[in-house]
Every structure is written in structure tokens, then in C-alpha cells.
């Protein structure tokens, strides 16, 4: 028997208990065999961090940042593009290993809840996603020479929601194309326009933040972040039975 | 009034583009029909062999 | 019965056309301000109203689709995303050809220039899966999916990019209440090669759609063919 690291296992059980209510018994089992594939040496998220951090580094080459306060919306920028494009490859594989290894057809003929499993899909490539963009916005601070104070905190909220949006579009455009031919072409060109009100808002609002803007100049593009997560995932919620549904 | 050439490229993109994709309706639509003709040919070879079957 | 039907359209739309064109050359005035180029508006106006008209039936029939099933919906769907997207194309293209000699620029990103190629984008990716992927109800599933989903988004990128920028001139409706066009023989243009669009995505509407139904009962065919063959082979 090999030893576990306790610490992991915590997590896991606080994140998703053993025992749950019946309606989120699926959702928590998928979410707690997401987690311990990833802790049991999972690829997704090394994957996920490594592509975001290579991302900074050729944005830094690409754009040259002076150095100074100018930076601001330069790092905001780099930042939103390392999440999307790292995310694109990254947070669709809670999914896509499903197909890899064969267990799809398991899911889909369990009674368990498409909207449960999309949720528990939707909240594992989150955890991977916030794994990265730590990892991403620790090296953004380095590579840009920014202060770790209050400005770096009140990005966050435009960060998480970007994510999560990210990620319910991500697992649901997975579904798709995990399935078809070429897939992995389609996926950004189905993502990054559907991304652009999440986009736009979030380099807004993480450009203001850095820039050391108040709050109320946030508020709006806050709002549209929202929306958008709202949106994307009552449509994934609702609509990934028919994605999953087998001929 | 210099701008005639604005205008005139304007519209023959439209009816350009519009033409074009007519024709391109069509052309799959050729496709569609020589497919058709390639069933039916299937159909009556199908038949004439039930035919010869039940006849020998 | 739909042949004298299509035909009686096609009739219609040249007709109604050849009128928006006469109109837009000949009879309606030259705006002062813009000069000719405005002439190009007569045409630009009326394929985005195609193209958005377009884009909402792909939704529809997504959720006709999803909800009570069918090819035709999907057919449907299918051909509108496909006409929607031609007239997205001209608008875009229309737009940047006004843009030039009115604004100085090819392109700017301005809100309803971004919005549109935004759309743009979305449909093409749309049409990418359909090309890429193959006929089959799975995939027809996935286009009718994308179809819902990216007719939802169009209000939050509308606000997005609207909140982000926006120089395009207000022609229908000012914030005062009244619109930009400030001859009634405008309005009266405006009015006709909208009827002559409307006409025109009706009919093309029509064969495309025609053009789909055969190729999906021909689909369905060839399987029962398939089918038959392999049956009459094990006798």
C-alpha cells in the first residue's frame, strides 16, 4: 500500500463530500474522480500552467513592455491572452480524458444528471484553471516588475469570473469537439468569439485594477462578466444532454 | 463626385457576391441531382434482381 | 405548385429589385453632407436586416430542432446560417467601402463594426462545423447547440462592445427622436431595397432550403438502399 498525502485527501472532502445529497451525489463523484485522477499524477493541470507561462513569455517578447506604470494594460492584455489561449487546450480535458480513456460511454449510459455532470465537469476544469492562473499571475508580477499590494487583489474578481465563464464554454464546446472530425481545429474558432463579451470585459477591468482605478470604475464591465457566466453556464446546464446523447 | 468608384464597387460586390452564391446553390444542387439519377439506376438494378428471384 | 411558387418569387425579388435600384440611382436626392458614397446605405441597411434575420431563424430552428426533432428544422437552420452569412459578408465588406472616403479608414473599431464581424466570426465557426463535421443527427445536435448559444450571446456582446466603443452614425433613429434621413424620398428608397432583400433572402431562402430536403431524403434513401441491398445479398 502506498502512502497518500492527507493534505490532498482534505481537500477532496471538503470539495466534494462522500456522503451528499442525492440530487449532487453524481455531480460530487465525478468532481471527487476528476480531483484524485489529477492529484494521481493528471496532466491537465502542469499542462495548463506550463502553455500559460510559455503564453506570458512570448507576449513579454512580443510586446516588449517598457517598464513602469504604462505597463498596466500591457500585463492585463498578456494575462487574458495566456488564460485563453492556455485555457483552449487546457480546461477541455476533463472532458476530452473521458473520450481518451474510453469511460464516455460509460457516463452516458449512467442515470446520472447531464446537468450535474456538466456542472461537475465545469467546477474541475476550474480548480485546474485557478491552479494556472495563480501560477500565471505570480509570473506576470515577476515579468512586469508590478507590486504584490492591493492592485493585484483587486483584479481577482474579474479574474475568477473570467474563468469560470471560460470554463463553462470550454466544457461545453468540448462535448463538441471531442466528437468530431478535426475537433481541436473548431474549438477556438467556436470559443474566442463566443469569449469576446468576457473578453473585452476582463482586460477592462483587470487593466483598471492594475492601473490603481476605484472599484466603481470596474462595476460595468464586472456586470457583463457575470452575465456572461451566468449565460454560459444555465446553457451548458440545460443543453449538454443533447450534446451527450448518443445516436 | 470622385467617390463613383466607392459607389459603383459597392454594388457590384453585392450583385457580385449574390451571383456567385446562386451559382454555387446550383452547383450543389447539380450534385444533388446526379445523385439522384445514380439511386435510381441502384433502385432498378435491385428490382430487376428481386424480379429474376422470384421469377426463377 | 413550388415551382410556380419559387418562380413567382424570383419574379417578385427581380422586380422589387430593379426598383431599389432605379430609386437609389435616379430618383432618390444626393445627401448633402456625405455626397454620393451615402448612396451606398440603400443596400448596406438592407443586408444587415438579412443577415440578423438569418442569424435569429438559426436559433429558432435549434430549438425547434432540439425540442421536437426533425431534419427539416435542421435543414432550415443550415440554409438560413448559410445566407445569413453571405449578407454578413457584404455588410462588412459595404461598410468598409463607405468607411473609406467618409471616415478616412479601411476599418475602425467601432461598436457595430466589431459587433458585426464578431457575428461574423461566430457563424463562421458555425458553418466550419458543419462543413468539417459531416451530415449526421449528431452533429446536427451540435450546430443547433451552437446556433442557441451564439443567438444568446449576441446581447452581451452587443453591451460589451458598445461599453468598449462606438463612432457609428445613428442614421434611424437619433437621440433627439428623428432620423437621419431628412428626405422623405429616403425613406421611400430605404423602404423599396428593403422589400427588394427581404424578397431576395425569401427566395433564396427558398431554394436552399429545397436544395437541403432533397439532399436529406436523398441521405435517407441511399441508407434504406444500403440496407435492402445488404438484405438481398443474405438471401
Redesign the interface.
Known sequence: MRARPIAPIIFLRILAPERADPPMAGFAAVLRKDLTLELRGGESTLALVALSILILIVMVFALDPAGGAADAPIAAGALWVAMIFAGMAGAARTVLAERDNGCIRALYLSPLDRGALFLAKLAAASIFMIVAEAAVVLMLVLFFNLDFDLRLARMLPALALGLIGFAALAT?LAA?SG?????D??MP??A???Y???L??GV?ASAAALGGAPWSAMG??LR?MI??DV??VA?GFI?FE??L??? | ?D??G??G???A??FG??FL??IF?QR??AK?DE??RA?EA??AE?RD??RR?SAG | MANTFTRTLAALTGLLMFAA?YMTFVFVPTEAEQ???Q??FY??VP?AWVAFAAFGIVAISGIFY?WLGGQIWDDLGYACAE?GM?FC??VL??GS??A??IWGVWWTWDSRLTTTL?LW??Y???L??RA???D????A??A???G???A??VP??V???R??RTIHPAVLITKQGEHGLTDPRMVATLLVALAAFTA?FAW?LL??FA?LR??SR?AA??RE?NL??AA?GD?
Open positions: 461545453l463538441i466528437r468530431v472530425h478535426a475537433g481545429l473548431l474558432l467556436l474566442v468569439p463566443m469576446v463579451p468576457a473585452i470585459a477592462k460595468q464591465w457583463i452575465a456572461f449565460l454560459f446553457a443543453l443533447h450534446l446523447d448518443e445516436d | 463626385m467617390n463613383l466607392y459607389l464597387a459597392a454594388y460586390i453585392i457576391v449574390i452564391y446562386v446553390i450543389r444542387q444533388l445523385r439522384m439511386l441502384r433502385l435491385v434482381d428481386l428471384r | 435600384i455626397g454620393i458614397v448612396r451606398i443596400f448596406h443586408c432540439l445566407i453571405v459578408t457584404l465588406v459595404t467601402i463607405w473609406r472616403p464578431i466570426l461566430l463562421g465557426g458555425y466550419m462545423l468539417m463535421a459531416g449526421s443527427p449528431q452533429v445536435r451540435f443547433a447547440v451552437i442557441i448559444v451564439a444568446a450571446d452581451v456582446i453591451v460589451s462592445v461599453l468598449w431576395l433564396l431554394i436552399r436544395s432533397t439532399r436523398l434513401l441511399e438502399l435492402a441491398e438481398a438471401l
